[in-house]
Each structure stands twice: as structure tokens, then as C-alpha cells.
């Protein structure tokens, strides 16, 4: 690789100064993504009751039909053609993010930033079946990337301030803000780092202090009166483990089927596909209203109503094929809280079984409730640590970790012995799968590019010149703790090292995949 040693230089200079600047940078960004999410928030609980009563006023007659399916056709219609006009909103927003971060994607981020934020609003507004926190993680990073961009800041930031508006999004929509940095470095920038760490804390921090100063400080899900689960019953909890991670393998096949079978009808317009979900949501609002939406309401329910595992299938069923219908259209919204909401009814139904059949207190069918929720996400999104602190942190309880972790080992362990990839992952592929995958080219522009030596890799142990770099790249730094390490031939590489490597931007995918390989991927 050839390059300049003022440039190394002037690239290294930068970097030693860049952790302070990304913590202010990052707070910014959080107060930014806080107040936007805040005003999203608030217009998702204005329009609700609207449609909400507009549902329930539906007494029989033709014109009480037409009018509340008009509506939600043109809705559609609306929805339809913001997602025509820009493809990157559909969906979660979550994979297109990790996509950017790939150096796989390139997108508009003021035209997704608004977009978003407008086809979001109306899709949960009207009840569809998704949840905010992927709109909201989508629009962060918008807001990280174009805060970059306004401010000219170089391609060594970017990939930070991307991930830290990521995390204050996640942060500001479930009051999460703990998740919100444990996702950004379990799920989207996928490998722990120290600036990673620091600017993705101080954002997530940010916005959850702007959210709480509007929308008060209780948890996302605040459950009174739940026992610690007693060490005897332990047994039962392997149980649901194994159940969750099959329901989430099931999940995730029909998540991908749905777009699928969506992919089938080419030749309708987006517009007009994009109706279907909605008028579904009509259908639901009108029969069992209490299906609608993300389904906050429903796993609060679920403690207060003793519903039978008769009504409980029912919702079950119902709730599953309705996400299916909503998400593999493309509407913009995400599937965290529908997949905590099948997760938790689960649980209900679980709990019923083992509470009747085998004596287990009642008074714990919550705790199965809470645990199943945790398992199902860790066996469809493959991000167990994310998992057990959301969890903890949406119900307000850290008294039940041990539990959560047993159940969320478990229910991971089921869905990678069954091959189950993580949902983002197969949602990217199949993004770039369509050809979405163009990225803007930064001819001569370089920047670094930072990972850690994780135990068993191939990199793990060799020395300097026994590695395969990737082409067009420059090992330029190996930080070991507080020690920073310029590397010869003979530098021998230990697990926990973070190498620094300089690349060229319009190879950066690539040496994305092939570093990965090399100090990641366990031999």
C-alpha cells in the first residue's frame, strides 16, 4: 500500500486526540436524537387514540367501513410511495445501518432521517404490527451520520458517530440507555473498543435524559409485585429455554418467507403492497384491538388478566401472522417489541402448563413471562448480553439476572445448534442480495480501521510477518492496554490487542471481511 508518512502521521496525530472530541461530538448527537425521539414519541400517542377510536366506532354499517379503510388505504398508499422514493426506510433500519458501518451501503441521510421519522409515525400510529426501536436506531444513526457530514468531519469519525446515534436511538425509545451502549457494541459495531464504548455511552446517556425529562422515568414496563424464582424450580426454566429458541428459529424463518412471498408479486407496485398490512390493521383494530401496534399494552395485560391458554394461542397466532404480514412488506418499523410481545405469550402459556400440571406456584407465571421474553430475543437477534440488560432495564428489576441469563443461555445455545442465523444478518443479505449495495467511492481518501484480537483466531499468537493483511492496507498501530505498540516483523500479537490498520475507502469493505477473518473468526 503505498501512502505518505506525513499522511500516517497526521491519520495517528488525529487519533490520539479523537476520544475526547468523540465524547462531545456524541453527547451533541445524544440531545439531538433525544429531542427527535421525544417528538416521535409524542406524535405516535396523539395519533394512536385517533385511529384507536376510529376502529371501535365501526357499529356495522357500509359507510363505518368505507371510511375507516379509505383511510387506511390512502395512509398506505402515502407509506408506499415514501418507501418507493427512498428503499433504505423500509423495514427495521437496523441492518441498513450495520450495512453503512460494512462500508456495504451508502444512503441519503436527510432524506432517511425525514422519511423515516414520517412513515414510522404513521405505521405504528395506525397499529401495524412493529415496534419503534428500529425506526428510532435508524434515525440516530441518520442524525450521527449527517452531524459528520455537516461537520466535515473525517471518515475516521463517522463510523463512531454512527454507531453512537445508533445507541441513543435504541437509548430514547425504550428508556434503555445501559442497552443502548451494549447494543452498539454487541450488535452494531459488533466488537468491543474503548471509543466505541465511551462515545456510545455518552449519547445513550444524553437521550435518555432528554426522554426522561418529557416522558417521566419509568421503565419501558414496570412490573409490581414479581418473586425472585426459586432455585428448586430451576428445571422448568431449561424448558423454556429450549421453547423459546424454537419459537425464535420459527420467527425468524417466517420473517424472511414473508418478504419472499412479498418479492413473488414484482410486477404490483410498492404503493399498492404496502396497503395490505394496512388494511390488516383495520381488520385487527376492529376485532381484537388489543393486537394493535408493538404491543406494549398487550404484555401488561398479560400480568393483570388471567387470559386462558385457549385465548392466549389465539393471541398468539394472530400476533404472529399479523407481524409477518406488517414486516414483510416493507413498512418502516421494527420487530424488537413484536418479538418480546410472541415471547411473552409464550411465557403465559408455558407458565399456565407447568403452574398446571405441575404445581408450580402461580404467583411465578410472571417471572415466565419477563424470562421469555429475554430467550426470545437472544435466539432471534443472537445478541444475549443486549437481551438480559433490556430486559432488566424495561421492567425496572435487576432481581431476576440470574434467571434471565440461564434461560437466555439456553434459548441461544437451541437456535445455534439448529444453524439459526442472527435475524439482522439475514435481513442485510438479502438487502444487498436485491443490489442495494452501492457505496460511494473515496478515491486516495483513507482511514483506520480498528479491531480486537479476539482468543483463537488466526491472528492470536503470530507474529507481525506471518499474517496475511489485506490488500491495500497498513498495519500501523497495535494498542495493548494503555500501551500503543508500532509493529515490526517480529511483533508477536496476543489475544485482547486492537490493531490498527490504515485502508483505502473504496476498499474498506473488503478489508472489513478479510481483517474480521483474521482476528475474529475462532479456528
Excluded at 63 to 69: A, G, L, P
Excluded at 241 to 253: A, E, Q, Y
Excluded at 261 to 277: A, D, G, L, R
Excluded at 385 to 398: A, D, K, N, R, V
Aim: charged share 15%.
Amino acid at each position: 500500500m503505498s501512502v505518505d508518512k506525513d499522511e500516517i502521521i497526521s491519520i495517528m496525530s488525529h487519533r490520539k486526540n479523537l476520544k475526547f472530541k468523540l465524547v462531545l461530538e456524541s453527547l451533541l448527537i445524544g440531545i439531538i436524537v433525544g429531542g427527535i425521539i421525544v417528538l416521535n414519541r409524542l406524535l405516535i400517542n396523539k395519533l394512536t387514540p385517533y385511529f384507536m377510536k376510529l376502529y371501535k366506532g365501526v357499529e356495522g354499517n357500509v359507510f363505518d367501513y368505507i371510511k375507516v379503510f379509505g383511510i387506511l388505504v390512502l395512509v398506505g398508499l402515502f407509506v408506499g410511495f415514501l418507501v418507493k422514493r427512498e428503499p433504505m426506510i423500509s423495514g427495521s433500519g437496523i441492518p441498513q445501518v450495520e450495512g453503512i458501518l460494512m462500508k456495504s451501503l451508502s444512503i441519503n441521510w436527510l432524506k432517511v432521517l425525514i422519511y423515516k421519522f414520517v412513515g414510522g409515525t404513521l405505521s405504528l400510529a395506525t397499529g401495524l404490527s412493529v415496534g419503534r426501536e428500529g425506526p428510532s436506531v435508524q434515525i440516530g444513526a441518520a442524525v450521527g451520520q449527517g452531524f459528520s457530514k455537516v461537520c466535515r468531519r473525517i471518515n475516521i469519525e463517522e463510523k463512531f458517530l454512527i454507531t453512537s446515534g445508533a445507541s441513543a436511538g435504541l437509548s430514547a425509545a425504550f428508556n434503555a440507555p445501559i442497552s443502548g451502549v451494549i447494543f452498539a457494541l454487541e450488535e452494531v459495531h459488533k466488537n468491543f473498543s474503548p471509543l466505541v464504548l465511551l462515545s456510545a455511552m455518552a449519547a445513550s446517556l444524553a437521550a435518555d435524559f432528554v426522554c426522561k425529562q418529557f416522558l417521566g422515568v419509568a421503565p419501558a414496563m414496570e412490573f409490581t409485585g414479581v418473586n425472585m424464582f426459586p432455585l428448586k424450580y430451576y428445571w422448568s426454566l431449561l424448558l423454556l429455554g429450549i421453547l423459546v429458541g424454537i419459537t425464535g428459529i420459527i420467527f425468524n424463518k417466517g420473517i424472511l418467507a414473508s418478504q419472499k412471498i412479498y418479492e413473488i408479486f414484482k410486477k404490483i407496485p410498492t404503493e399498492i403492497k404496502m396497503v395490505v398490512p394496512f388494511i390488516c390493521a383495520g381488520l385487527v383494530g376492529i376485532l381484537t384491538p388489543i393486537l394493535l401496534g408493538g404491543g406494549h399494552e398487550l404484555i401488561m395485560s398479560l400480568v393483570t388478566k388471567g387470559f386462558t391458554i385457549k385465548i392466549l394461542l389465539f393471541f398468539l397466532i394472530i400476533k404472529y401472522i399479523f407481524t409477518l404480514i406488517s414486516f414483510g412488506s416493507g413498512a418502516p418499523g421494527g420487530i424488537f417489541f413484536p418479538l418480546l410481545v410472541l415471547g411473552a405469550l409464550v411465557g403465559n402459556i408455558y407458565g399456565i402448563f407447568i403452574s398446571d400440571f405441575f404445581g408450580l406456584p402461580k404467583e411465578f407465571i410472571v417471572n415466565f413471562i419477563i424470562l421469555a421474553m429475554a430467550g426470545h430475543f437472544a435466539s432471534i437477534v443472537k445478541a444475549p448480553i443486549t437481551g438480559i440488560i433490556l430486559i432488566t432495564e424495561m421492567t425496572g428489576s435487576f432481581e431476576h439476572l440470574l434467571a434471565l441469563a440461564f434461560v437466555v443461555i439456553i434459548s441461544y445455545l437451541t437456535a445455534d445448534i439448529f444453524k439459526s442465523r442472527p435475524i439482522y444478518d439475514s435481513l442485510l443479505e438479502r438487502i444487498l442480495m436485491k443490489g442495494n449495495n452501492s457505496t460511494k467511492a473515496y478515491r486516495g481518501s483513507k482511514t483506520l480501521l480498528e479491531k480486537c484480537v479476539c482468543m483463537g483466531s488466526y491472528a492470536e499468537g503470530r507474529y507481525v510477518s506471518e499474517v496475511k493483511w489485506p490488500k491495500n492496507s497498513l498495519l500501523v498501530s497495535i494498542k495493548r492496554g494503555d500501551r500503543e505498540i508500532i509493529p515490526k516483523g517480529d511483533t508477536k500479537i496476543d489475544s485482547g490487542d486492537f490493531l490498527v490498520l490504515l485502508i483505502n475507502e473504496n476498499n474498506a469493505r473488503e478489508a472489513l471481511v478479510e481483517i474480521d477473518k483474521l482476528a475474529s473468526k475462532v479456528y
